[in-house]
């Protein structure tokens, strides 16, 4: 098997490899960075609950902790105070930990070879391949390396200035500098203990507040869009107010650890395949005002590409189920993106009188919490309810969770009887999970034989893509005996009665990209 080539070796770059070692698919990473990541405090990410997985790393541990809360305070009134569920809860990490969590991890795939100082140059593009050409500088000589890679496909997960972008042709329009947020680590001891929050009516104005790891914070301060210098003595004095008044006047002690200034860009690539080439990341999408998350969405691309390739690498004839990539994700982002060009001008007062009274109307702090707390367009995981793979079953259950939405996560039962949680089954393959009330009482071996169980598990091994049947006591909103799809992204495909097969036979065909599921071979198991 040709391996995938990946170019770049940022969190999205190494995460794709580490997904594509877990469906068995080999992968090049193209590691052109001149060394590892720099130690920033004042470089953070948050993961919300759909890619907190990627938190789970060895490695990671309570350098991600879990929020809390989220608290909205004015003028020191708190207006809005929102509790999390541990299982729904964003974690927060420097964006080096992440790095550095991916870096080990891939280094102890066998499956994953990373070509350290190498940097894509060119590619070209055959009917069963593509070839990378890439440039390394030789140590001693002080020259350049030139090196050919074989692959079955490439994915650029080079960044904003992407090589594989250009050498595609592919435009990135959109906006640069869409807001500018003075930041701040500091070891301090604040009066919410693991909320993040945002406080408005601060002789600073605003302020965005998140924990991370101990009784360590970040502080980001919306910059006037005049794009005026950030002084050392204006970034104290905005630590210093802003302490102040949360402590009745009086600045505490505090450690400041790391200053920056962070800008925020808008932009979205005009295609995200070109044949064997994809696009993910930076290289596709730019995000960040308003609180989205860029490096959450980049996870979110590799949940969504890696089994699709996987399919594509191991069993071939996956063009539409390789399309869908693009369907899905460019469309999920952009929506975004549009979501946040909507709320700028209301929640910043940019948009005359008009924008200032929908703001009014609508609520300017209902609005910024959305980023933080996931939901609306802004801030919600992406639902790809109109995908070029969704399915259509002859009988519909019902649940909480829409189709094309993530997946609760619930406790399961494997079929060796082993206990798990649904969310630590994603990532491989299709998973056909039946809701079965009393299947915690009694010992698999006794149900396994009984009921729908004996003919969803050899169906299961018939189906046009690799699965894994688990069975779960409840599922919010499932009536008992519903089967429920989950991708390996962990986005619900289709929930219909447990003994519907033709349904189930129709949307593993749907998912796989083919449209007579009875004309199709079953999957590789």
């Known amino acids: 098997m040709l391996p995938v080539i990946i170019a770049g070796a940022g969190p999205v770059g190494l995460a794709l490899a580490l997904a594509l070692a877990g469906h068995g698919v080999p992968t090049v990473v193209l590691d052109g960075a001149e060394g590892p990541p720099a130690t920033r405090l004042a470089r953070t990410c948050v993961l919300p609950h759909d890619v907190a997985r990627w938190a789970l790393l060895p490695g990671v541990g309570d350098e991600a902790p879990l929020w809390s809360a989220w608290r909205t305070t004015y003028r020191g009134r708190a207006v809005l105070h929102h509790a999390f569920p541990p299982e729904t809860a964003p974690r927060q990490l420097p964006q080096h930990v992440l790095e550095r969590a991916l870096r080990d991890a891939a280094a102890r ?16 593009q055959g009917p069963a391949e593509v070839i990378a050409h890439s440039s390394a500088r030789a140590p001693q000589s002080g020259g350049d390396r030139a090196r050919q890679w074989r692959g079955s496909h490439l994915v650029g997960c080079d960044g904003p200035r992407s090589t594989v972008r250009k050498l595609i042709g592919v435009p990135f329009p959109g906006r640069t500098d869409v807001e500018r947020f003075a930041v701040a680590a500091l070891r301090a001891d604040l009066p919410w203990p693991r909320e993040a929050g945002l406080h408005r009516g601060l002789p600073t104005g605003e302020v965005t507040v998140r924990p991370l790891a101990g009784d360590l914070w970040r502080l980001d301060w919306p910059l006037p869009p005049d794009g005026g210098l950030v002084t050392p003595e204006s970034l104290l004095a905005r ?3 802003t302490l102040g008044a949360w402590h009745d006047g009086e600045v505490p002690a505090y450690d400041l650890l790391d200053t920056g200034v962070h800008v925020c860009h808008q932009r979205l690539a005009r295609g995200w395949r070109s044949g064997r080439v994809f696009l993910a990341g930076d290289a596709a999408h730019l995000l960040g ?22 399919v594509a690498c191991r069993q071939g004839d996956a ?24 709320a700028l001008p209301l929640v910043r007062g ?49 649940t909480q969770t829409p189709v094309g939405a993530p997946v609760a996560d619930v406790p399961v039962i494997t079929l060796a009887g082993d206990r798990d949680r649904l969310r630590h089954r994603l ?3 299709l998973l056909l999970v039946l809701t079965a009330p009393g299947a915690r009482v009694w010992d698999a071996k006794h149900w396994l034989s009984a009921g729908l169980m004996p003919e969803l598990a050899a169906a299961a091994q018939a189906l046009p893509l690799s699965a894994e049947l688990l069975v779960t006591e409840e599922y919010p909103g499932a009536d008992a005996h519903t089967l429920l799809l989950v991708r390996p992204d962990g986005h619900l495909a289709a929930a219909f009665p447990g003994a519907d097969q033709d349904s189930l036979r129709s949307c593993a065909a749907a998912l796989r990209g083919f449209t007579d599921p009875a004309a199709e071979p079953a999957a590789e198991h």
Do not use: F
Not at 109 to 124: K, N, P, V
Not at 357 to 371: F, H, M, P, T
């Open 289 to 310: 005002a308003l609180g989205t998350q860029q490096v959450a969405e980049g996870l979110r691309d590799v949940d969504n590409l890696a089994w699709k390739l996987a």
């Open 239 to 241: 630590v210093h107010a």
């Open 427 to 429: 990532g491989g393959p």
């Open 109 to 124: 795939q066998e499956l994953i070879r990373i070509a350290r100082g190498h940097r894509l140059t060119d590619l070209e």
């Open 350 to 398: 940019r948009g005359g009188i008009a924008a200032r009274l929908g703001a009014l109307k609508r609520g300017r702090l209902a609005l910024l919490a959305d980023s933080h707390l996931g939901r609306g367009t802004m801030g919600g995981p992406a639902r790809y309810g109109g995908s070029p793979i969704a399915c259509a079953p002859r009988l519909v259950a019902t």
């Open 319 to 342: 063009e539409t189920l390789l399309d869908s990539y693009q369907a899905e994700r460019r469309t999920a982002v952009g929506a975004r993106l549009r979501a946040v060009d909507q």
